[in-house]
């Protein structure tokens, strides 16, 4: 147990579809992230939030959405994916921004779009 | 963008051998991290390191930051099945916020 959560752990969509995964840390960080793992790829950073106001978009379709209502949530909204956007998405946590600081992880979602 | 590079990409080996995973990349990096990842669950950092040619030692498992801080090493002496997992390295440069990780070694310690 990290101190971040995430739900729902498995989620299949349609392209169709309109989710939203959603992430919560217990660890009173300033600082919350979005990533994409992909088999057999590095972890690619997707979003960074910092003190609730997005400082990272990198590069990111507009199917997804971050949203950061508050220091201890975060979400991702998804929205018309396509079949190559099925993978684990990760969210994590830390004190700063700085990389220096230990970020922690929850455990993913897995997204399967069909 | 910094690429990281980890060799070798799989790795099995029997219980009480020792193994070393390698993380190389051509750009310097203010610090480097290693993470491990178990299956259905996200990574978990085991050590940072942040000066050139430091050796860090975590019971079993040895880092060891390269002198120019372009690369890593992590070793497993008398591997246990519970080492099982996927082996992360991630940097960033001393004037980047973003972490950049490699992709990973998988190491399968069989009883």
């Known amino acids: 147990e990290t101190g971040v959560t995430q739900t729902p752990r498995h989620l299949v969509m349609g392209m169709t579809n309109k989710k939203s995964l959603k992430c919560e840390q217990h660890?009173?960080?300033?600082?919350m992230y979005w990533y994409k793992q992909s088999a057999k790829k590095p972890l690619e950073l997707m979003f960074v939030?910092?003190?609730?106001?997005?400082?990272e978009n990198n590069s990111v379709p507009s199917r997804f959405s971050p949203e950061c209502p508050n220091s201890s949530h975060l979400f991702l909204h998804l929205h018309t994916l396509q079949p190559e956007d099925s993978a684990l998405y990760l969210c994590a946590s830390s004190q700063d921004r700085n990389p220096s600081y230990e970020q922690y992880f929850g455990p993913g979602t897995r997204l399967t779009v069909t | 963008t910094q690429l990281l590079e980890q060799s070798p990409q799989f790795l099995s080996i029997q219980e009480g051998e020792n193994l070393t995973v390698y993380c190389n990349s051509s750009?310097?990096?203010?610090?480097l991290q290693w993470y491990r990842q178990e299956p259905g669950e996200g990574p978990v950092l085991l050590v940072t390191?942040?000066?050139?040619?430091e050796v860090k030692k975590l019971k079993r498992l040895t880092f060891q930051f390269g002198d120019a801080r372009k690369d890593s090493s992590l070793h497993i002496t008398a591997a246990q099945t519970g080492d099982t997992g996927l082996y992360l390295c991630a940097g960033a440069a001393s004037n980047d916020y973003k972490l950049s990780f490699g992709a990973g070694t998988t190491v399968t310690v069989r009883a």
């Open positions: 390191v942040v000066t050139g040619g």
């Open positions: 750009s310097v990096f203010s610090s």
């Open positions: 939030y910092s003190l609730e106001e997005r400082v």
């Open positions: 660890l009173g960080h300033n600082a």
